[in-house]
């Protein structure tokens, strides 16, 4: 259990609350005071379940909360983390905060959701996350939610930071052996990964040992080839957005809004390909009540407001009914 450190018995009993937001790559975690004022921020390695395992996600939560020094037992706690769609994995990850001293008012959601809410408060919206993976996730004023994409490297994450990196490998490796067309993408790979040849890059990206976030990483490769006129670069950018494009429609044909509403962009992706963004709003014709909000702050500020919202939940259950008249 994580030790808090004891406040002066002469303070003010303040609240504390803390939002987390856990992804692939890294978990961000914010302690704020019932006024929403930030006090700290912590950060720690990837927290996703399915790709890290329990006591992974464990060891990434321990790390940030510890971190973040409370300096009382928090009154209210949201975390957003990814691989938690099934009740079963939500439970798991609730026993984990139980052992890390969480114990009082809880919310575990998806990281989609966080981002959602930094980008656009009232949590109505769509979101576009592309970071290790990509997802596109929705809810509009009646409360409904819809989703798309968010289905593993294997199966989707199309327009994400790893798929654009591993887009850019296979392409630099068709270009170098004649198959593909010309591309400066294999001399950049190379050269950022000071490798001299073919077989050193396969070696690279077939260790055991490698993860997903190095991968992703070479989207950065990929806007910089891009910037430089390399029509295969440009063309992958023009493909990720595409897809995220495709995945908000998706999600914007399962909801409801009366108006304009928010597309947030959230994610590594839009941090490493600045371009990525505006590829994106030049394909949003067919969605003309999309505003795009780019999204400049934590996705934890979210996560943040989730708890508040939550402490003031648990206040109104707790107040007494009033007496009949």
């Not at 259990?1 to 004891?6: I, T």
């Not at 300096?71 to 099934?86: H, K, M, Q, T």
């Not at 941090?271 to 969605?287: K, M, Q």
Request: net charge negative.
């Amino acid at each position: 259990m994580l030790g808090f450190r004891l406040a002066s018995t002469d303070a003010p009993r303040l609240r504390y609350v803390i939002g987390i937001d856990a992804g692939g790559t890294k978990t961000v975690g914010l302690l704020a005071d019932e006024s929403g004022a930030v006090l700290r921020e912590a950060r720690g390695g990837g927290a996703n379940l399915r790709a890290h395992g329990e006591l992974g996600v464990e060891k990434s939560l321990f790390q940030v909360i510890d971190a973040l020094d409370s300096p009382r037992p928090v009154d209210a706690l949201c975390l957003g983390i990814a691989g938690v769609g099934r009740e079963a994995d939500r439970l798991v990850v609730r026993d984990l905060l139980r052992r890390l001293g969480i114990r009082k008012a809880v919310s575990i959601v998806t990281d989609a959701l966080v981002a959602l809410v930094a980008g656009a408060p009232d949590g109505h919206g769509i979101v576009l996350v592309a970071g290790t993976g990509s997802i596109a996730y929705g809810v509009d004023p009646s409360g409904r939610s819809a989703r798309s994409g968010g289905w593993g490297y294997l199966l989707g994450d199309e327009g994400s930071a790893f798929w654009l990196g591993h887009a850019a490998v296979r392409l630099g490796i068709r270009a170098a052996d004649g198959r593909g067309p010309a591309t400066t993408l294999y001399a950049r790979i190379l050269a950022r990964l000071e490798l001299a040849e073919p077989a050193d890059l396969v070696e690279w990206f077939y260790d055991q040992e490698l993860s997903r976030t190095r991968v992703a990483q070479l989207a950065r490769v990929v806007e910089e080839a891009a910037a430089e006129g390399d029509e295969s670069a440009q063309d992958l950018l023009d493909q990720a957005a595409r897809h995220l494009t495709r995945a908000a429609r998706a999600v914007d044909r399962q909801l409801e809004f009366p108006g304009p509403y928010p597309l947030v962009l959230s994610g590594g992706a839009f941090r490493a390909c600045p371009s990525l963004a505006r590829r994106i709003e030049a394909r949003l014709d067919d969605l003309p009540d999309a505003r795009v909000v780019r999204l400049e702050v934590e996705p934890a500020n979210g996560a943040v407001l989730l708890a508040l919202r939550l402490l003031a939940a648990s206040d109104a259950a707790d107040r007494p009914e009033p007496a009949p008249s």
